[in-house]
């Protein structure tokens, strides 16, 4: 990683809903390792507008952005870790004023952080998502023993992808704003 490479990686999600809350429940140990200068990890649960606003006030933008999620998606196994790629486009004015609306009632949706930060243009060429499948929402603190089992690859993965992006033979898979409530 260059020497004046900014790279944020953020969380997204709930507090207290077992596997959803992935994100929030690594924090702490992310934040615990040993970051080159120029890294920096936050939660970004803080709503969609003040994290546009954050990264628009930047002196020096991120050129990497790596988000740690948990979203249910059809045919996966609990703990089951995807790799996506941002790769922009927007959807229809009403999908993006649907995000807006949830974005206002306090909403925390990585969705609509994608969608929003698009609109609004904040986005780096470099946009990533550590996703991994949570099952069903059940409230509570731990993670089942599948998503345990998970957390050292997830905290490795996550440290590569900010330093590194992505290289050689790791699976990623793209992600669009046109194509993303579909």
């Keep these: 990683m260059g020497l004046n490479k900014k790279v944020l990686i953020g969380t997204v999600g709930y507090q207290l809903l077992g596997n959803h809350s992935v994100g929030p429940n690594l924090l702490p140990q992310l934040q615990a390792i ?12 803080w709503g969609p507008i003040a994290v546009i606003q954050y990264l628009e006030s930047l002196e020096t933008p991120f050129e990497r952005v790596v988000f740690l999620v948990a979203i249910e998606r059809a045919h996966r196994k609990i703990g089951e870790i995807n790799l996506y790629r941002w790769m922009g486009g927007l959807p229809d004015d009403k999908q ?14 990585v969705e609509n952080l994608l969608v929003i930060g698009e609109h609004f243009k904040v986005w780096p060429k470099e946009v990533y998502l550590i996703d991994v499948e949570p099952g069903m929402e059940i409230a509570g603190e731990q993670f089942t023993k599948n998503v345990t089992a998970q957390v050292p690859k997830i905290l490795e993965l996550t440290r590569h992808i900010a330093l590194n992006g992505i290289r050689g033979s790791m699976k990623i898979l793209e992600l669009r704003g046109d194509t993303l409530f579909d």
């Design 34 to 45: 040993n970051w080159p200068e120029g890294v920096v990890v936050d939660e970004m649960n």
């Design 96 to 109: 993006i004023q649907a995000c807006v609306g949830d974005a206002a009632t306090g909403v925390i949706s």
